[in-house]
């Protein structure tokens, strides 16, 4: 059984960081990223990885911010922020695929797998 479990969310201040992790089990994967989900709005990429490899994509409006990196001991999947803002309130989720080909890493449904969700609030 496939299991994508986030955790670090919380409420931080503006200006403060918060690092998420995403633990995967049940199988191997091609590739990992995360999205995140305002209310209202549309599921939006946030950051990719390429767990052979080991390359490193991000959205560009949220590169030098935000940092997708891996621990490959523990298939782990972590995503710092720092300089958070209010408009980066918003629900994250992790997400993971096996495709041999894909478009783009910034497409949803290039991820097979997805994670349950941790909430980050964002406050002035």
């Known amino acids: 059984q496939v299991q994508l479990v986030e955790s670090g969310g919380g409420l931080v201040q503006a200006g403060g960081s918060l690092r998420l992790s995403c633990a995967a089990s049940?199988?191997?994967?091609?590739?990992m990223g995360w999205f995140r989900q305002a209310p209202g709005k549309e599921r939006e990429y946030v950051a990719a990885?390429?767990?052979?490899?080991?390359?490193?994509y991000h959205a560009a409006s949220m590169k030098g911010r935000f940092t997708i990196s891996k621990d490959g001991a523990k298939y782990t999947v972590y995503l710092q922020m720092n300089s958070l803002k209010p408009e980066d309130t918003a629900i994250y989720y992790c997400?993971?695929?096996?495709?041999?080909?894909?478009?783009?890493?910034?497409?949803?449904?290039?991820?097979?797998?997805w994670g349950q969700g941790t909430q980050v609030t964002v406050s002035p």
């Open positions: 997400a993971a695929g096996r495709k041999l080909s894909i478009v783009s890493y910034a497409e949803p449904r290039e991820f097979e797998y």
């Open positions: 049940g199988r191997t994967f091609s590739y």
């Open positions: 990885i390429n767990w052979n490899s080991g390359n490193t």
